[in-house]
């Protein structure tokens, strides 16, 4: 008997030594989020780390496509932004400098723009980069019938004219004042003449397969399901900056708890995505770098304006007066987020900051009951099933309930959802994520909230319509001056945040984290810049 | 023998018909739109319709239907939506690392399996036996999620001894195969023991003992012969299971199987990807089980089929 207890005991100690190896790390006090890990400190590199080193990278998705025409995930631009690059980019402050072209100018009249390009650029495969190259590419994004995802996105293109072999000029259908923004996206960057004339060639040859570029890196291989590997580009016409490392691996790693394992055992040096509450941890550790700041995401609950019950405003307001947003952000997202006070995220240009919606469970309750619901209603919340998403989901249901609204909760896969809400029949509450991934007001209104937007296969999956709505955001667009178009987007902002079509929820954090021995890694646009890091 | 494994070959030829008509209904009717996943939110109607098009989408099913059977009786599943590769291509890669993980998994699997099954029986109602019950009912109901995790955070994090993830070495094989097997073992354990101690009831074992032979002859030579028959299935049924893609320890330890590529390939609605590894899964299931029937007779010879 006494060895049976000594045997219960034992096992009843491993068993918690194994747990508490688990959880060891949880209950620390956070990070201290800072800048950009890398970006303060333009170290002077060491000569001997020039190229000695392999750099890898754990993403939280396998890359999509590597033709940034292709591609329309935020994970597959870390791997892109290694290899292409266009006329425009956005630097750390998120403002348009050029890169491939030397200026540029939006006309007076806000339809044209005009680039001059630099010269004696060569793409990886030695082909030269040229205003022909950039008419070539253009024109083949657009045509609807190459059947390319960002195709859309460069929708305002009317036409594109080869000036002389260096300059370019971008004529637009309609005054668009947030085309440079749309050139410096990273979408918007430009493949060699030789590669897309083998895809026009032959329209089975695999474009998304083989990335040639003019970035600092190149790439070298890809294997399914592995990792896709990019490796130092001699020939960079930049000399002040060439790769630094010789050679940079991105893993898909689809399960985030084996990431921070890979990152605490020194087999990655960057994790991408880090869960929120690894990152309390996390920062405490001595060789890492916790970094995190907003994001150009905004989570929302989005309402179908088409159903009686929410055709009232006051209704979608007192919705919006119901939902504690710090309580939210603290429980889902262990503090990584900011309550959103417009539509936009405050990183998007254009941002305004309004009033919001301050918690105020007793103004909710007014309004319900002033808009003949003083009992509440029951209402169906959609998400998708994703624990952070369901997590959520969850709150919200405990937090409207308080002011007698009955939320049943509905997880879907999230192509399903999708479908559900391309639909359009049976929405009534979804949970939604919209990423502005031009940092700029149009993109991160527009899809959302104009009346051309509606589904199928759109955004704006509550059919809100507003006129007002719609004009400023064509106003916006055609304005020339940037004072003018600010003011535009700040009244927009004013309406959609009085008018409440969503839940204005919060601006989740981007969260990375990164070996303390990796330098100069910048986030622009929540994408990883590595085109200047290097290992020490 | 040759006759019998012909037949069931032959038998086998409906089912698949059946099985690709079912995996093709159920990749198209699963609700998500391969399109918008792969596009995005944003995609105009006339992108999306001549991508569309280009899929052949706009056919009725059953055309869609009759392609995807001529195509796969020439030995082409097609293109992958997704990564725009030679499915047959990539599901070839994929095979060897999901094989090479389900043999270690059952290697780990047997010997644990075996030895603590036959031991337990032996040693009813001892102390180990009661252990082995314990600590294989708490096996089977530890997710593999949280036990390959756990492996994971000590041997990798903590001690340092294996890579956390990945592929290309034996030490990668290691966690995720332990993890597996631990599983199944516990399974196999908990069959064996319960076989062993049925046959041990048996008249002839009786006799073998009232003949004063000793319990381990009897139990290697009279017991397991007969006792192995369930455990052969069972063991023949798991083998299948974990050569279906062993999809969670996959995922857990970025091991680039075929499991990982089910689940990579529902997320984005891979219709080629999604039907082919269905095929494929159930094709592996018809083998191994035809394994298992004519394994009988090797391991009890008295066992023939007609």
């Known amino acids: 008997m006494r060895r049976r207890v000594r045997l219960l005991t034992v096992s009843f100690l491993m068993a918690t030594a194994m747990l508490s190896a688990c959880t060891s790390n949880s209950g620390q006090p956070p990070p201290t989020s800072g800048p950009a890990p890398g970006n303060a400190q333009q170290q002077e590199v060491p000569a001997k780390a020039v190229r000695n080193a392999e750099l890898t990278v754990a993403l939280e998705a396998e890359a999509t496509s590597l033709d940034p025409w292709n591609s329309t995930d935020s994970n597959t631009l870390h791997i892109l932004s290694t290899m292409f690059e266009g006329l425009l980019t956005l630097d750390e402050n998120r403002e348009v400098v050029p890169i491939l072209a030397t200026d540029y100018k939006l006309s007076a009249d806000a339809t044209s723009l005009t680039f001059h390009l630099r010269k004696g650029i060569l793409f990886h495969d030695g082909s030269p980069f040229d205003a022909e190259v950039v008419k070539k590419n253009l024109d083949y994004v657009r045509n609807k019938e190459n059947g390319m995802a960002r195709a859309s996105f460069f929708g305002f293109i009317k036409e594109v004219t080869v000036v002389d072999p260096y300059t370019i000029t971008v004529v637009a259908k309609e005054p668009n004042s947030a085309m440079v923004a749309f050139m410096a996206h990273p979408s918007a960057t430009f493949k060699s003449l030789k590669e897309l004339q083998k895809k026009i060639d032959d329209p089975k040859y695999n474009l998304d397969r083989n990335p040639v570029g003019t970035g600092p890196y190149q790439f070298r291989e890809w294997k399914n399901g592995q990792f896709v590997k990019v490796a130092a580009f001699d020939g960079y016409w930049d000399k002040e900056k060439p790769a630094k490392l010789a050679a940079i691996l991105f893993k898909p790693v689809t399960e985030a708890s084996t990431r921070v394992n890979m990152l605490k055992a020194s087999e990655v040096d960057i994790v991408t995505s880090l869960p929120t509450l690894d990152a309390r941890s996390m920062g405490t550790d001595p060789n890492l770098d916790v970094y995190s700041g907003p994001s150009l995401n905004m989570i929302y609950v989005g309402m179908n304006t088409k159903l009686d019950k929410y055709k009232d405003k006051r209704v979608r307001q007192a919705m919006n007066y119901a939902i504690n947003k710090e309580q939210l952000i603290s429980q889902v997202a262990d503090g990584f987020g900011t309550a959103a006070d417009s539509p936009l995220s405050p990183l998007v240009k254009g941002y305004a900051k309004q009033q919001g919606y301050p918690y105020n469970v007793d103004k909710a309750k007014q309004l319900l009951t002033e808009a003949g619901y003083p009992d509440g209603f029951a209402a169906t919340l959609w998400t998708r099933n994703s624990t952070e998403f369901v997590a959520i989901a969850e709150n919200i249901k405990m937090q409207l309930q308080a002011v007698g609204i009955k939320v049943e909760v509905q997880a879907y896969e999230s192509g399903t959802l999708f479908e559900r809400l391309d639909a359009g029949e049976g929405t009534d509450l979804y949970i939604g994520r919209w990423g502005t991934g031009t940092a700029e007001a149009d993109w991160g209104m527009r899809p959302n909230f104009a009346s051309d937007r509606i589904p199928p296969n759109y955004n704006n999956s509550g059919y809100y319509q507003n006129e007002q709505v719609d004009q400023l955001l064509n106003e916006a667009l055609k304005a020339t001056a940037n004072s003018m178009a600010q003011q535009k987007y700040t009244e927009a902002q004013k309406v959609i945040m009085d008018e409440a079509p969503w839940i204005f929820l919060y601006v989740p954090d981007v969260v990375i984290a990164k070996r303390k021995n990796v330098l100069d890694v910048g986030v622009t646009l929540d994408t990883v810049r590595l085109q200047a890091a290097y290992k020490q | ?306």
């Open chain 2, 1 to 306: 023998m040759a006759r019998y494994i012909f037949g069931r070959i032959l038998g086998m030829i409906p089912i698949l018909v059946i099985i690709s008509i079912l995996s093709f209904l159920f990749v198209h009717l699963t609700p998500g739109d391969p399109i918008r996943i792969m596009y995005g939110a944003e995609m105009d109607m006339a992108t999306y319709e001549k991508v569309k098009a280009n899929l052949g989408f706009h056919d009725p099913l059953y055309v869609q239907y009759g392609r995807y059977l001529q195509q796969i009786l020439s030995g082409d599943f097609g293109v992958s939506y997704k990564t725009k590769t030679n499915v047959s291509d990539e599901i070839g890669k994929r095979f060897l690392y999901t094989l090479g993980l389900t043999f270690a998994a059952m290697f780990w699997a047997l010997i644990i399996g075996l030895v603590v099954g036959i031991y337990s029986a032996a040693r009813r109602k001892s102390i180990w036996d009661r252990i082995g019950i314990i600590s294989t009912t708490t096996i089977i109901s530890i997710p593999e999620f949280w036990f390959g995790l756990m492996l994971m955070q000590m041997f990798a994090v903590q001690l340092g001894w294996f890579p956390t993830s990945g592929s290309g070495t034996f030490a990668h094989l290691l966690l995720p195969s332990i993890t597996l097997g631990f599983g199944v073992s516990a399974i196999i354990a908990r069959f064996t023991r319960s076989s062993v101690l049925e046959v041990l009831q048996e008249d002839f074992v009786r006799t073998a003992k009232a003949k004063g032979q000793r319990e381990s002859v009897i139990i290697w030579t009279h017991v397991l012969r007969n006792a192995l028959i369930p455990v052969i299935t069972m063991t023949g049924l798991q083998f299948g299971f974990l050569l279906g893609g062993a999809v969670v320890v996959e995922q857990v330890f970025s091991w680039p199987g075929l499991g990982s590529y089910l689940i990579d390939s529902v997320l984005a609605r891979d219709y080629p990807a999604m039907q082919a590894l269905i095929l494929l899964f159930s094709v592996q299931f018809l083998i191994v089980n035809l394994l298992v029937d004519i394994s009988y007779s090797l391991v009890n010879p008295q066992i023939r089929y007609e």
